[in-house]
């Protein structure tokens, strides 16, 4: 609901607008400048129009800067004039998002906060860049009559802060204004152009994962918990403001701390679901990049995602960032990208050549989780660690048992000793300097060292002797993640069995390829799994000290479903040379879809990594959901939810349980309320989320039987039927019903979400169930329904919205 302005809230709009109109002058004068700059002799009739649009602009009334800055762009774009994206210029669309009025002593000042920066003293303009941390701190560390005492450069200012105000534009034009007093949006009406929002919570809040902006509530009231009868909010009469305000707007104090924390070592960001976490993360890039741009440059740094579906979901933050050139990955793809390009020369060759590969190896879709568990195990990286100090003992041995009895045996040996070898590196070198040295000995020592790079630079050999090898794997049947007997000695049988050698018998003698004999996809042998990039690198890094692959800094978003082996090769990618780390690490134990990494909180991670890590105080606020989801989430937590319960930033609509007696009963109920929904709100976004793949393929096709419009069933490679190699990158991010699964739907947000199956079977009373329950309801930004079975609805359901649900039915 809006309500008229009254004369106070008018004078604040009006200033606003003279602002808006005084930037635009300015931006209008920097497009003719860069156009009369050409030179003469490429002057056309276009750099006339500028001009000319130019001095229209400086006598313009301040509501029809606007428009007439809209007609110069697109007369700059035709002339071939550098756009609004061009470096020092800012963009004309949305010039800045902040405005903050400042009392200094005598002296009262203006200044602006945006993307990029300009400062025209005489025209009254002064917008700075939100990264440079010295002057925006004043934006994001105070409210409006706060007063303030910080050091800018070498110098302290203080003062007290008139005026706070957050504004957004679209297309250039100044649509909303949001302060203490209010928040006041531009309307589509003449008479009258402004008006005030009403409402509870007007102001929109930084969301986390996606960082948009949330819609405001429906009115000033909450929501009644009677029963609603249609899926979606109806608030089709708010559609008209969802301007959305700049991201960077939106980030309070504590984020901002966090974001500009130190510039090495690992900064660990945590918080729930929709507290921000990844939009901060992201933003800490821009920040370094822009305050150490000697030392962070965009296309040296690297943001990893855990799940592949987050890659693009990721990518469409950046650009707004200003960080052209930042690659974002999948784990896996950035892991297998770095094997190939740290083992791939010399690599031994598989004769198989079906599905997907690495190495030239099949690579399994999945590893058996008996063996998942053990190649995740924190044992595992000690077990590397292991490995390599014994081929180094046993080199050792070597060279005194050849060298034994010979001259200038002593010398070599003592020779070899001051070396301290380390890595091949190390190796070689000493050979090196052997063979120059004289004596019977040293050639003997040096043919040793020959021999040991020969066959220990052979890192797939030494990764079957690590995966197989008992005695350096026993640790994984100890400690709090231990696996039990039985599961070990299957998974050391795994292992061997990935290890044998291809059957001849298999094999075209004559050209050495496989015969087509109905291979099985699902069987380890002659093939990697998943895990094994991992433990593939960690054995190439001991061996060589470091990798092929650097970066001046790495982002890990969802890190808690990454175990410690996984995240090695991405802290040494990160290290400078003075082996200085520089990582962020995002993510919320409580939100895990992975139950095998082997670490249950961040100090134990960094236990297994050892580092220690500045951990950010978790962030409090949950800025996607509601009131009433996030109530619910931390419901089926159960003991597992945290101490300290987050805290929403405004109401909304009730969570709502259904129960049928028969799925075709359901099936009907939602095709209805689908079709429904599609034709009264088109741009809303919806997920139907089930436990498995297998049942979102089946929802999927029913509803599609049911011509339930903009219906895209979701799934990954070799899910739920899926083809193996399929690229499983395929949500669209776009208006529309989205079929799929919680764990590949998690990081993603959505307006409504509908929870499909909770039941009994489906989220039974363990650990597993609960945090996937939970990830599936922090999906929805607005509105969440869950549909059950009457025979069977899960024991993690509140038990009073399951009785609700019974009476109703």
């Known amino acids: 609901m809006t309500e008229t302005l009254e004369p106070a809230e008018r004078r604040i709009v009006d200033d606003e607008i003279e602002m808006a109109a005084r930037v635009g002058r300015r931006i209008a004068k920097s497009l003719a400048e860069r156009s009369a700059a050409r030179g003469e002799e490429q ?73 990029r920066g300009m400062i025209d003293r005489e025209a009254g303009v002064v917008i700075v860049d939100w990264r440079d941390a010295p002057v925006s701190r004043l934006y994001y560390r105070y409210d409006e009559g706060d007063e303030y005492e910080e050091e800018l450069g070498d110098r302290v200012i203080e003062g007290r802060v008139l005026a706070r105000r957050t504004v957004t534009f679209e297309d250039g034009r100044l649509v909303r204004v949001r302060c203490p007093a209010g928040t006041f949006v531009r309307t589509q009406s003449d008479e009258q152009p402004w008006r005030r929002l009403t409402s509870t919570r007007a102001t929109p809040e930084l969301k986390g994962g996606v960082g948009k902006a949330e819609r405001a509530p429906k009115d000033g009231t909450r929501p009644s ?117 740290t083992l791939g020369r010399g690599a031994r060759r598989s004769t198989r050549r079906s599905g997907a590969r690495m190495l030239d190896r099949r690579l399994l879709a999945e590893a058996a989780p008996e063996v998942a568990r053990l190649k995740k195990h924190p044992v595992m990286l000690d077990a590397a660690r292991a490995q390599w100090r014994r081929s180094l003992d046993r080199l050792a041995e070597g060279v005194r048992t050849d060298v034994a009895g010979r001259a200038g045996a002593e010398s070599a040996l003592a020779a070899l000793a001051a070396d301290a070898l380390r890595t091949l590196s190390d190796v070689a070198d000493a050979g090196a300097r052997l063979k120059r040295t004289a004596g019977d000995a040293s050639v003997a020592a040096a043919r ?25 794997l026993a640790g994984a049947l100890l400690g709090p993640h231990a696996l039990e007997p039985e599961a070990f000695a299957s998974a050391l049988r795994a292992t061997a069995r990935q290890i044998e050698e291809p059957n001849d018998l298999d094999v075209d003698d004559e050209r050495r390829t496989p015969i087509d004999a109905g291979e099985d996809d699902d069987d380890p042998i002659d093939a990697f799994d998943p895990c094994d990039a991992a433990l593939l690198l960690a054995i190439a890094i001991e061996r060589h000290g470091g990798l092929p692959v650097s970066y001046h800094h790495v982002v890990v978003d969802e890190a808690q479903d990454l175990a410690a082996v996984e995240l090695w090769p991405l802290l040494v990618a990160s290290r400078d040379a003075r082996g200085q780390a520089s990582m962020t690490l995002a993510g919320d134990v409580v939100q895990r879809v992975v139950f095998d990494n082997g670490w249950d909180d961040w100090a134990s991670v960094e236990e297994q990594l050892g580092i220690q890590a500045h951990a950010v105080e978790p962030f409090k606020l949950a800025y996607r959901s509601t009131e009433e989801v996030v109530r619910f989430s ?39 309320e689908l079709r ?134």
């Open 634 to 672: 931390r419901d089926v937590l159960g003991p597992l939810a945290p101490a300290q319960a987050p805290r929403a930033v405004r109401a909304g609509a009730p969570v709502e349980l259904f129960v049928f007696s028969d799925v075709g009963e359901e099936i009907a109920f939602l095709a209805a």
């Open 448 to 472: 040793v060292l020959e021999r040991f790079l020969e066959a220990e630079r052979d890192v797939v050999a030494a990764w079957e002797e690590l995966i197989t090898d008992r005695d350096l």
């Open 676 to 809: 429904s929904l599609m034709a009264r709100e088109p741009v809303a976004s919806v997920a139907l989320l089930c436990r498995y793949p297998e049942r979102a393929r089946f929802y999927a096709s029913m509803l599609m039987r049911a011509e339930v419009p903009r219906l895209r069933l979701v799934l990954g490679a070799g899910e739920g039927g899926a083809a193996p190699d399929a690229s499983g990158d395929d949500f669209s991010f776009s208006p529309g019903i989205d079929v799929s699964h919680v764990a590949r739907a998690k990081g993603l947000e959505y307006d409504y979400v509908i929870l499909a199956e909770v039941t009994d079977a489906m989220y039974p009373d363990q650990l597993a169930a609960r945090h996937l329950l939970h990830i599936g309801a922090t999906r929805a930004a607005h509105q969440l329904w869950l549909t059950s079975s009457r025979d069977g609805p899960s024991p993690l359901l509140p038990r009073a919205l399951v009785d609700e649900a019974m009476a109703a039915s």
């Open 225 to 341: 918990r009677a029963r609603r009868t249609a899926l979606g909010l109806g608030d089709a009469h708010l559609r008209a403001d969802k301007h959305l305000p700049e991201i960077t707007a939106l980030i309070d104090a504590k984020q901002f701390d966090a974001m500009t924390a130190k510039d090495s070592g690992v900064v660990v960001l945590q918080g729930g679901a929709g507290s921000g976490k990844t939009t901060i993360a992201l933003h800490r890039v821009a920040w370094l990049c822009f305050e150490h741009p000697q030392r962070f440059r965009p296309e040296h740094v690297a943001v990893v995602v855990a799940q592949p579906q987050l890659a693009r979901y990721v990518e469409r933050l950046l650009p707004a960032l200003d960080v052209e050139g930042v690659r974002v990955q999948s784990w896996h793809g950035w892991a297998h990208a770095a094997v190939e390009r």
């Open 43 to 115: 002057r056309v009739r276009h750099d006339l129009d500028l001009i000319a649009l130019r001095d229209e602009i400086g006598e313009a009334r301040a509501e029809d800067v606007p428009a007439l800055l809209a007609a110069m762009m697109r007369a700059a774009g035709v002339a071939k004039v550098e756009g609004p994206r061009a470096v020092g210029l800012v963009d004309a669309g949305v010039p800045y998002f902040g405005h903050l009025r400042l009392e200094e002593g005598a002296r009262t000042r203006d200044v602006l906060i945006g993307k």
